[in-house]
């Protein structure tokens, strides 16, 4: 049995390089997530009405960081802000 635990761990550690390889995603990707995610926040989370208090600073960043190249970042900026407005959005 001990032996069957073995072989098993050796399989996965061989397997596991590739599963997260072919998991990443391109920077055309990561870009269009980013887009994906700022364009859902304008239109359900953005606070249009007098008086709101302006920007919403963390979108804002969050567009910068994509704008940037720092795709991870602001992915994560957006998809918490959604997250906290209780947004749906598309899994990744």
Do not use: H, W
Not at 17 to 46: H, V, W
Request: net charge positive; glycine share 12%; aromatic share 6%.
């Amino acid at each position: 049995m001990r032996c069957v635990r073995t072989i098993a761990l050796f399989v996965l550690a061989a397997v596991m390089p590739f599963g997260s390889a072919m998991a990443q995603q391109t920077n055309d990707q990561l870009a269009a997530r980013c887009k994906e995610l700022g364009a859902i926040f304008d239109k359900y989370g953005a606070r249009r009405s007098e008086g709101s208090g302006g920007p919403d600073m963390t979108r804002m960043g969050a567009g910068i960081d994509c704008a940037k190249g720092r795709y991870a970042q602001g992915i994560k900026a957006l998809e918490d802000l959604l997250r906290g407005e209780r947004i749906p959005f598309p899994p990744a």
